[in-house]
């Protein structure tokens, strides 16, 4: 099945500064890429995700690029603030193997400090 | 809507016992899957279905049974519980588009699960 490694775990920022969370994928079928939030004690919630027609998508202050033939993807916050505190989940679909599935990676706590 | 709801949203048990978690959506999703996340692990599938009667092994399938009756419903159970059971169950449904997978998830606001 797919393999999706996310760098780094944790990442401190000064509020304004900007963010910036690392994918990789092993699976080249993979064509689908969401991001999701998780806030302390709260469910994931799908913030952005790309599509392989596409090479960057954005959305406010989050964007998210892709680069296919490096098989990596990366999550832009700009500006961040304090409610961006959370933890931030990678995913590729994996369409070589098993359809229907996420392949999810480990996880990076952001703590956006005042 | 009140999208993906899972039931209970706490519970203790004591080793060897059994339980069942239920999930219900009312989005009319045809995929559901079940996922356990544990610090530091992320969200690993345990168990999922791509249609009523249909189910499918995630990576962590072992120690937990699932089924699906209903489109709307679906139960994860477990037979002998294990304190390396303990943890939070998410639940989560997905749609078609034109007859292909969407890949979008929806999450329900878990379960937390401890086995003593």
């Known amino acids: 099945g797919e393999n999706v490694e996310q760098h780094p775990s944790t990442l401190s920022v000064q509020e304004g500064d900007s963010a910036v969370i690392k994918c990789t994928y092993s699976d080249s079928a993979s064509n689908y890429f969401p991001w999701y939030k998780q806030e302390l004690g709260k469910r994931p919630q799908l913030i952005i995700d790309i599509r392989s027609n596409v090479g960057e998508k954005k959305d406010q202050r989050i964007a998210v690029t892709l680069n296919k033939t490096a098989k990596h993807f990366s999550l832009h916050i700009t500006e961040t603030q304090p409610e961006d505190s959370a933890v931030y989940f990678c995913?590729?679909?994996?369409?070589?193997?098993?359809?229907?599935?996420?392949?999810f990676g480990r996880g990076t706590q952001l703590t956006v400090w005042p | 809507n009140a999208g993906v709801t899972q039931t209970p949203k706490f519970r203790v048990l004591k080793t060897g016992q059994s339980m069942t978690l239920l999930c219900a959506q009312d989005?009319?999703?045809?995929?559901m899957y079940w996922y356990r996340q544990d610090p530091g692990m992320g969200l690993r599938l345990i168990h999922y279905?791509?249609?009523?009667?249909?189910?499918a092994k995630g990576e962590v399938p072992d120690g937990y049974n699932v089924s699906r009756l209903k489109k709307q419903n679906f139960l994860l159970g477990l037979e002998s519980a294990a304190p390396s059971q303990t943890s939070v169950y998410f639940c989560?449904?997905?749609?078609?588009?034109?007859?292909?997978?969407?890949?979008?998830?929806?999450f329900g606001p878990g379960t937390r699960l401890t086995v003593t």
């Open positions: 989005m009319n999703h045809e995929y």
């Open positions: 279905s791509v249609g009523e009667g249909t189910t």
């Open positions: 989560a449904s997905s749609y078609s588009i034109s007859g292909s997978f969407s890949y979008e998830q929806y």
């Open positions: 995913a590729a679909n994996g369409r070589g193997s098993t359809l229907g599935r996420l392949y």
